[in-house]
T-cell receptor, first 113, second 115 residues
Framework: DAGVIQSPRHEVTEMGQEVTLRCKPI?????LFWYRQTMMRGLELLIY????????DSGMPEDRFSAKMPNASFSTLKIQPSEPRDSAVYFC???????????FGPGTRLTVT | AQSVTQLGSHVSVSEGALVLLRCNYS??????LFWYVQYPNQGLQLLLK??????LVKGINGFEAEFKKSETSFHLTKPSAHMSDAAEYFC?????????????FGTGTSLTVIP
């Protein structure tokens, strides 16, 4: 299995631009998670989906952030407009079903200047 | 609600010495427990997990952890540290099957191995 796939691996953008991060979960997994990791705040859960349905988005920092999962094999996290404080590593993870272990992708390193 | 406490944000050990990383949790239901490792510029990788059954679980790279219900702990150990063990380690707790798929991660412990 290829594992969780994220793209792009690195993204540099200017403040105010729209950013879209992409994730392909492991085939057959029912749950998908988006995390953000920074030195200051550590690992934060932004949102998770179960069977393509958003279950908990309480971690999404503000309305500039949105996430979708149109089908079982694809999810996006969008930031519009981006701000320098959004600079972080964003991870996608997937899981077979609750409460089993999550498998993480390699992350997208976002830099907003 | 669950919470996870990792005592010591930074731990240093000499090469060949015992590694002990501490994790305590709070839970009102039997938990599922996990340890993850994160090497620089990589995602989190599952080291080991406890779900049910034997309380001493073995993972990859010679690590093991013991679930102690009375102490609400799930400490990670390795008898002899290698330089390649230098990384960030995260303890995680998951609620039971009926409570949805919520994972709670600790704040992480950075392990330094001194040659």
């Amino acid at each position: 299995d290829a594992g969780v796939i994220q793209s792009p691996r690195h993204e540099v953008t200017e403040m105010g631009q729209e950013v879209t991060l992409r994730c392909k979960p492991i085939s057959g997994h029912n749950s998908l998670f988006w995390y953000r990791q920074t030195m200051m705040r550590g690992l934060e859960l932004l949102i998770y989906f179960n069977n393509n349905v958003p279950i908990d988005d309480s971690g999404m920092p503000e309305d500039r952030f949105s996430a979708k999962m149109p089908n079982a094999s694809f999810s996006t996290l969008k930031i519009q407009p981006s701000e320098p404080r959004d600079s972080a590593v964003y991870f996608c993870a997937s899981s077979l079903r609750p409460p089993y272990e999550q498998y993480f992708g390699p992350g997208t390193r976002l830099t907003v200047t | 609600a669950q919470s996870v406490t990792q005592l010591g944000s930074h731990v240093s050990v000499s090469e060949g010495a015992l590694v002990l990383l501490r994790c305590n949790y709070s839970s009102s239901v039997p938990p599922y427990l996990f340890w993850y490792v994160q090497y620089p510029n990589q995602g989190l990788q599952l080291l080991l997990k406890y779900t049910t059954g034997a309380t001493l679980v073995k993972g990859i790279n010679g690590f093991e952890a013991e679930f102690k219900k009375s102490e609400t702990s799930f400490h990670l150990t390795k008898p002899s540290a290698h330089m390649s063990d230098a990384a960030e380690y995260f303890c995680a707790v998951s609620e039971g099957r009926g409570a949805g798929n919520q994972f709670y991660f600790g704040t992480g412990t950075s392990l330094t191995v001194i040659p």
